[in-house]
């Protein structure tokens, strides 16, 4: 069950909008690495995990990615705000407001829709912490490259807040995947065997 | 509506409400921490508080009655909403 | 039969052989433990409330 709360984890402010660096920053709502896929990859994955501390991790980190995700709309929505259609064809996002005016819509910096391949479940615990904590690594890539591409330091900040948050979640992925590694080994799972906590 | 309380009063909320989160995903890998059980129940101590002073001014947090009861008139249909602040 | 170029096991940062709790073919991560905390403030605006996992990489400018 999810409840909302009506407050962004951390402020988003810009200095000014800037359509151009909305068009990549977009990768981040709906993109391979984006926060989109980051939420539902951990959420999806924790009905498979085998333990309660790692269904909570799951739970959490995939609630958390939610809530990074509304920071990415708060930031697209407050760079496009009060662009005119021209200006969208002047970004080269034209194609943006033809099909979403200001609206917004999960795709990457090229217009590609986010697509259920972004992400995976193997139900086998291993595999699923070893690709969370490689999705946390191209996440926190991803950022270093979008702080390069905006000059804005307002910009910088909120990325930078998020960015900071990827290296975290890869040092929980790890510890669960310690966590986790040991207790297979205790239960003998080598033999794929349903597990009791 | 005064903005910069509102943010003030705002920023006071998340940034506790940030100390809690960070606790709590600790605490799923070292659920038998005690420095951090006691840490993050001070945490929550103080968002309790910075979260009622806040809603008493700018409305409900949360909906589905989780954040309580309601006043006379509805406000969790009130603007601003997060990504308009 | 000239050797590879191996270091010598003070040279490589490695877990020692007789390391029980480690195997090939796995990863870990060395454990996180909570000592320290950045005051709330600090702790939002950098991103996280533990010194320790500030700076483990290059903050992007």
New interface residues.
């Given amino acids: 069950m999810w409840i909302y709360e009506k407050a962004l984890q951390h402020p988003v402010r810009v200095s000014r909008p800037d359509l151009s660096f909305a068009k990549l920053v977009i990768t981040q709502y709906g993109g391979p690495d984006g926060e989109l896929g980051a939420s539902l990859r951990y959420l999806n994955q924790r009905y498979s995990m085998p333990t309660g501390q790692a269904k909570a991790l799951l739970t959490d980190i995939g609630t958390e990615e939610m809530a990074h995700m509304e920071m990415i709309a708060a930031l697209v929505y407050k760079l496009v705000d009060g662009a005119s259609p021209k200006d969208f064809e002047e970004a080269g996002w034209g194609g943006q407001y033809a099909q979403h005016n200001h609206g917004l819509f999960w795709t990457d910096a090229n217009g590609v829709p986010w697509c259920a391949s972004y992400i995976a479940c193997l139900g086998d615990p291993i595999a699923d912490l070893t690709e969370d904590m490689a999705a946390e690594q191209k996440a926190r890539v991803t950022y270093e490259h979008l702080i390069h591409l905006t000059d804005d330091p307002c910009v910088k900040d909120t990325l930078r807040f998020l960015w900071e948050r990827e290296v975290v979640h890869f040092q929980r992925f790890g510890e669960m995947l310690n966590t986790v590694q040991e207790h297979m080994e205790k239960k003998n799972m080598w033999c794929g065997c349903e597990v009791e906590e | 509506m005064n903005c910069e309380q509102q943010m003030r009063m705002l920023i006071e909320v998340q940034e506790m409400q940030f100390v809690a989160l960070e606790l709590n995903l600790y605490l799923d890998t070292h659920p038998c921490d005690k420095d951090a059980i006691n840490d993050f129940n001070c945490a929550v101590e103080m968002l309790t508080k910075y979260k009622q002073a806040y809603e008493k001014e700018y409305g409900p947090l949360l909906n589905f009655g989780i954040g309580g009861y309601t006043d006379e008139a509805w406000q969790w249909v009130n603007s601003p909403w997060p990504w308009q602040l | 039969m000239k050797k590879g170029p191996y270091k010598t096991k003070k040279q490589m940062c490695m877990p020692d052989d007789d390391c029980p709790?480690m195997?090939l073919a796995?990863?870990?991560?060395l454990?996180?433990h909570?000592d320290n905390?950045f005051r709330?403030?600090e702790?939002?605006?950098?991103?996280?409330?533990?010194p320790e996992?500030?700076g483990?990489?290059t903050?992007?400018?």
């Fill in positions: 709790d195997k796995h990863s870990y991560v454990w996180q909570y905390a709330p403030q702790a939002l605006m950098k991103g996280t409330l533990f996992l500030y483990v990489y903050l992007p400018k």
